[in-house]
């Protein structure tokens, strides 16, 4: 899900932990620090398809010219690969997509998805903050907080729906837009809700097996 910016090198971190083939490649929305990595994962990993709710021009052209299946997918959609893996599409809505100009907030037309592993469940809103895009997950055990921890007016509400076990932000370290905000930091220390931060903790990863999942 999303292949952050081409520095991020997500090509070569993939490459490192063995993965020579993706059952699919989802980006949330074509901005550039979720979908500027994606033509160079799809020129150097096998991709069995490409799908995204609005589609990123460079993220299109790099599927055509490598002969990656491409789809576009919205609320309602759900995902299966190999094994016990499903992903439910919870946001946007379709007639959204087909209403909302070209103009308008990118945020708000971002993919919000709700992965299922086993017994395990994490929801990853992409850049759709709470405010933008209302979802009802249930409970899930991992947040990753959408748009690197920007202000949510919504997230008292989702965190009372959702109640994670940990919540997760990817955040670049310094970045120049204040991420994560004080407001979206308190909000998760009032609900005594962990945090992991991408610009303090560095990667961050989640091993599930069986019913129990660690995280470091």
């Not at 520095?7 to 063995?18: F, K, N, S, T």
């Not at 609320?75 to 599409?89: E, F, N, Q, S, Y």
């Not at 509400?157 to 076990?165: K, T």
Request: proline letters at 7%; zero cysteines; charged letters at 25%.
């Amino acid at each position: 899900v999303d292949a952050g910016t081409p520095e991020a090198q997500v090509a070569d971190r993939l490459e490192e932990l063995g993965a020579d083939r993706l059952a699919a490649l989802i980006v949330t929305h074509p901005q550039e620090d979720h979908a500027g990595g994606a033509p160079t994962v799809l020129e150097r990993i096998d991709v069995d398809r490409v799908l995204e709710a609005r589609p990123d021009a460079a993220t299109r052209a790099a599927a055509q010219a490598t002969g990656t299946p491409h789809a576009r997918i919205g609320a309602g959609t759900t995902i299966d690969a190999a094994g016990r893996l499903r992903i439910d599409v919870l946001w946007p809505p379709r007639e959204l997509l087909e209403t909302t100009g070209t103009s308008d907030d990118p945020n708000r037309l971002s993919l919000v998805l709700l992965a299922h592993w086993r017994g395990f469940e994490i929801l990853l809103p992409g850049d759709a903050e709470a405010e933008l895009a209302s979802v009802d997950p249930g409970p899930v055990d991992v947040l990753k907080v959408a748009h690197h921890g920007s202000a949510d007016a919504g997230l008292v509400a989702l965190l009372e729906r959702a109640a994670p076990e940990l919540a997760v932000i990817s955040v670049g370290d310094s970045n120049p837009y204040g991420h994560p905000a004080p407001e979206t930091l308190a909000d998760l220390h009032a609900a005594r809700i962990p945090i992991m931060r991408t610009d303090r903790d560095g990667d961050v990863t989640i091993e599930v097996r069986g019913n129990r999942w660690t995280v470091r």
